[in-house]
Structures are given as structure tokens and as C-alpha cells.
């Protein structure tokens, strides 16, 4: 495969935006926006850009924003009702916690410029420190490398990258707000970069939450994730990414009103076959409905130009993911948004196994899901860091602290990542991400939230659409999955409970 030139260009540094004291001016072709304070934004031709201005505020949005309370309401209208409400920058927290979607959002007033972004970070900012001299943010940090001319930190290079780990880990992430460039750190979820002043501040969790039980959090999802469809079904064609497990039937459910809109579709990558329950269960699944399914091949690598171009698009890309994406790349239909189950972790307590145990970065990188880099040095010590700083913030707030590291580092570091590098292929929404959601399940008792017994997303689906459970959900392979759809449809073998 070679690209035409206006499809490189097309495809290079997709959906991001960079963000300094000047306009990339090599970019010819993306949008340009002044913002305050002599700061400049340049954005991909596919990233939405949205401005509103009341008097003296101005808000700059990036991506876009979804209200499930109003869903007739589009970006331009949600930034302008956050305008008319606000009388202090920190209103901003309150005003965004019930919105959805994948943003980046600027506010501006004579003195405070700030920036923040989605309650998972899945619109990925960096920023530089004091170690460099001008401020710039972006999508990634290779952006602001190249633009620098910054070479990458060696000692990173050689700590982590240059790890004999570091290849065979699959899926790694990055801990901490670490990046490979000195001087270049991740804005993670909770935070607000001050663009004045160059400092990052959390501003959540700042209070304990009231606990709420079960009942009323599934009644509290079902709506939101409802509304959060209906929002996005008015403004985009949608897809969904299905799966046999219980994030992707639980997002199904909530597209019930709009389901026969909705292409559907399972990925075979890695070493899935046919005979691999997320294929065979998404197959009968979405047919059983009357609804199409389609099936998406993707190849064992991705071939060289388009390697090239996704490397450039995110430093230390997965190969793995990478192949995933040219398989999208060849058959997704890429004028819709794909609707992905990713973060109800925070209905799950995905390491509740390790909560009474003292919290450590050696404990975070060994249920972090970081494969062979888990005993990696530098991987825990960033770990660490974050801990330092995000233990008071749950002590205050009695937030358990594996809550937050699901939410501040799973979510920001590995789901954010994987977004960012297949923004070359696809615009995502996550109906998980809103601060409101967010801390409507972690009010719920952990011992509600067992991720082999997920009472909530069972009550979730059992409201909006109960004949998806019909179907069984993760069945063991093989055999034993054949002896399985029996038992669960006789009601004896109601959760994913190993078999």
C-alpha cells in the first residue's frame, strides 16, 4: 500500500491539535485559533473546534461534548449554557461533571486562562514544564518534540524503552504522567493545567461522596447511558464495537431506541478465531436481534507505509494495536463514531482483590495489567509518584485509592493511548466518561461491585433491554461454553463466574 499525498496529509497527526506560542505553521491545512494570552491552537482538520464567548469569558473546545439531559443539545449550545452559568473559573468543575464525551476544554477571562479535560482522559493533553522555556501542549509529545526539535530523555531509553520487557509487553502503558521527552508531562484526568502560570491542579475528588446503594446507581447509569446514546445518535452515525462480555452488552442495551442505526461489528485479532466466544457470541447475538453483524479481519502486521505514518502519529505506538488499526483502516466505515464498553471498570473494582493490602507502586505495577514490565524500575517509581500525590486526595475524599488508579492511570494511560493511536481510523465515544457516573460508582460499596459479579450492569441490561440476556455472556471456550449456554439460560449459571 502507498498513500497519495493528500491522504498522507489526511491521515498524519488525525484528530490532534497542538497548542503554543505560535500556529505550526507547516500544517497548511488545519484550523487556527487564537486563544488568550498570545497562545495559538493548530488543529487536525478532523478534530471538531468549538468557540464561545460571553463578555469577557471564552471557552475553546476540543472534540466535542455530549449532555444527556438535553440531548438536542450540540457543542456550540452546551458551551454557551456553561458560559451563562458561570461566575468563577472553578464553576467549570461543576458545570462539565454531567457531560459525556471525548474533549479538551479551554477557559479564558481576563485572569485565568486554564485547561482541562474528560473525567478518563481520553483526549490525551500534554503539556511542558518549567524545564522548557515556552509553554505547549498537545495530543501527544511528539508533536511538541518535533516542533522543539527534543530529543527523547536517555534515560528513559534506556530504564524503560531500551528494557528487554519492554518489546514483549503486549499492551504497556505508561505510569505516572511520564513521557518519553524530559520536560514534557501527561495531564491526567481530575487535574487543570494553568496556562498563566504553568502549574497543574486537582480538583477531584474534593468531597466524600454520599454512598448510594446498588438499585439507585443502576437507575442513575441506565438514564445517563440512555441519554448519553440519544445525545450522540443526534449528531453522528454510530457503531458499535461487540464483544461476548459485560461492558459491550451493558452499552447495547442503552442503544436499544436507536438500534437498527447502528453498524455493528467484532474485530478477529491476536489469536481470535471464529470459534472465539466474542466472535461467535456477538455473531448470534446481533443476528438473533435482526440486526446486521459484520466481521472485521485485521492482519498480523501493518505494513510499512502505514506503519510509518502511525509510529509518527504516536511515539511508542503498540504494533499490536497498530496491525488492529489497519484492519479498521481496510473495513471500518470511518464517517462513524464507534461506540466502545472501555471504563466500566468503575461499576467492576477490577482490583478489589488487592484492597486491603498496603498500596505500593510494586502492588500497582503487579495488577496494573503492565505483562512483563511489571517489575520494571522505572514503571514502579512513577507509580510511586502518582501515589504520593493521589493518597491524599483519597483520604480526603474516601475515594479508595485502586479506584482512582483504575480511573487516573488504567483508564488515562492504557484506554487513552489506544484511543489516541487509532485516531487515525475512528472517532470514539466511552458513555462511561462523566464525572457523574464516575462518582455514582465509586458511592457504591465495593462489595456491590465484583467484576465476576457485576450486579449493576446486570440490573442495567435487565432494565433497558432484558432479552439480551438471553444470550450468555463470556462463556468458556469450547466445550465447556456449549455446556454452558444451557445452564445459563436455566438460570444456573447467571454471571461470568469461572466455569
Not at 10 to 37: M, S
Request: hydrophobic share 40%; with cysteine.
Amino acid at each position: 500500500m502507498s498513500f497519495t499525498e493528500s491522504e498522507y496529509t489526511r491521515l498524519l497527526y488525525r484528530r490532534q491539535f497542538i497548542l503554543g506560542p505560535r500556529f505550526v505553521e507547516r500544517y497548511d491545512t488545519w484550523k487556527r485559533h487564537a486563544v488568550a494570552d498570545g497562545l495559538c491552537v493548530t488543529a487536525h482538520p478532523d478534530l471538531p473546534v468549538t468557540v464561545a464567548e460571553n463578555g469577557d469569558r471564552k471557552l475553546l473546545l476540543l472534540g466535542y461534548l455530549l449532555d444527556p439531559y438535553h440531548p438536542d443539545l450540540d457543542n456550540a449550545a452546551i458551551l454557551q449554557g456553561i458560559l451563562e452559568e458561570i461566575v468563577r473559573p472553578t464553576d467549570l468543575f461543576r458545570l462539565t461533571e454531567a457531560l459525556g464525551g471525548r474533549w479538551a476544554l479551554i477557559y479564558a477571562d481576563p485572569d485565568e486562562t486554564w485547561l482541562m479535560n474528560d473525567p478518563m482522559g481520553l483526549r490525551q493533553v500534554v503539556h511542558t514544564t518549567e524545564a522548557l522555556p515556552d509553554l505547549w501542549c498537545a495530543s501527544q509529545p511528539g508533536m511538541i518534540a518535533e516542533e522543539l526539535g527534543l530529543d527523547p530523555d536517555p534515560e528513559v531509553m534506556e530504564r524503560l524503552v531500551g528494557a528487554p520487557e519492554y518489546r514483549e509487553a503486549l499492551e504497556y502503558w505508561w505510569p505516572g504522567d511520564l513521557s518519553p521527552y524530559s520536560g514534557i508531562k501527561h495531564l491526567l484526568p481530575n487535574r487543570y493545567l494553568d496556562l498563566k502560570r504553568r502549574s497543574v491542579h486537582r480538583f477531584w475528588p474534593d468531597r466524600r461522596p454520599d454512598r448510594i446503594g446498588a438499585e439507585e446507581c443502576t437507575r442513575k447509569y441506565a438514564s445517563v447511558l440512555v441519554g448519553m446514546i440519544e445525545s450522540a445518535s443526534k449528531r453522528f452515525d454510530l457503531a458499535h464495537t461487540v464483544t461476548a462480555g459485560w461492558d459491550s452488552r451493558t452499552i447495547l442495551s442503552a442503544c436499544r431506541g436507536i438500534s437498527p442505526k447502528i453498524f455493528y461489528f467484532t474485530m478477529i485479532y491476536y489469536n481470535k478465531t471464529v470459534k472465539t466466544p466474542d466472535i461467535y457470541v456477538s455473531r448470534n447475538l446481533i443476528t438473533g436481534l435482526g440486526l446486521e453483524h459484520h466481521l472485521i479481519t485485521c492482519p498480523e502486521s501493518m505494513g510499512a507505509d502505514f506503519a510509518e505514518i502511525y509510529r509518527r502519529n504516536a511515539p511508542e505506538a503498540h504494533e499490536g494495536w497498530g496491525a488492529i488499526a489497519r484492519g479498521m483502516y481496510d473495513h471500518y466505515p470511518q464517517d462513524r463514531v464507534c461506540i466502545k464498553g472501555n471504563g466500566s471498570g468503575i461499576l467492576k473494582c477490577l482490583y478489589r482483590r488487592a484492597w486491603d493490602q498496603e498500596c505500593t507502586g510494586e502492588l500497582l505495577a503487579e495488577i496494573g495489567d503492565l505483562g512483563p514490565m511489571k517489575s520494571n524500575r522505572m514503571t514502579i517509581e512513577h507509580l510511586d509518584r502518582w501515589l504520593s500525590e493521589a493518597r491524599e486526595a483519597s483520604a480526603r475524599s474516601g475515594v479508595h485509592i485502586l479506584d482512582l488508579f483504575f480511573q487516573e492511570q488504567r483508564m488515562a494511560r492504557w484506554q487513552g493511548a489506544g484511543q489516541l493511536e487509532w485516531d487515525i481510523v475512528q472517532e470514539v465515544l466511552v458513555p462511561w466518561n462523566s464525572r457523574e457516573l464516575i462518582a455514582a460508582g465509586f458511592s457504591v460499596e465495593g462489595r456491590c461491585r465484583g467484576s465476576r459479579h457485576p450486579l449493576i450492569e446486570h440490573g442495567i441490561i435487565k432494565a433497558l433491554w432484558p432479552e439480551l440476556l438471553a444470550v450468555p455472556i463470556n462463556p468458556p471456550p469450547g466445550i465447556r461454553g456449549a455446556i454452558a449456554a444451557p445452564l445459563w439460560r436455566a438460570g444456573l449459571w447467571p454471571f461470568d463466574r469461572d466455569f
